[in-house]
């Protein structure tokens, strides 16, 4: 199985920055995809950013221009780098990793705060 651990979240304030990483260990050969999600407070968990085995990157239109995702595969990490974060930015944010058979389940961590304050 793979492990996926999420750091760096935190407090922030609205314009600032925060960049979290999302260590996966185990089986790691067997990730493709990886992205980080996110779920506030009265909301459904949505896609934030992902990154394919190849560096090809997709984000929400919400987060495009100030986030950027990044990809480690010696480290088997991902990272997000959040720049001009906005009070709505606040949320628990996930980590997620597609398996190479994509007919399994996603691995998922279990999740870190952010917290942007205006």
């Known amino acids: 199985q793979v492990q996926l651990v999420e750091s760096g979240g935190g407090l922030a304030q609205a314009g600032g920055s925060l960049r979290l990483s999302c260590a996966a260990s185990g089986s790691t050969f067997s990730i493709n995809d990886m992205g980080w999600y996110r779920q506030a407070p009265g909301k459904q968990r949505e896609l934030v950013a992902a990154i394919s085995s190849g560096g090809y990157t997709n984000y929400a239109d919400s987060v495009k221009g100030r986030f950027t995702i990044s990809r480690d595969n010696r480290k088997n990490t991902v990272y997000l780098q959040m720049n001009s974060l906005k009070p709505e930015d606040t949320a628990v944010y996930y980590c997620?990793?597609?398996?190479?058979?994509?007919?399994?389940?996603?691995?998922w961590g279990q999740g870190t705060q952010v917290t942007v304050s205006s």
């Open positions: 997620n990793a597609e398996q190479v058979d994509p007919w399994l389940p996603d691995y």
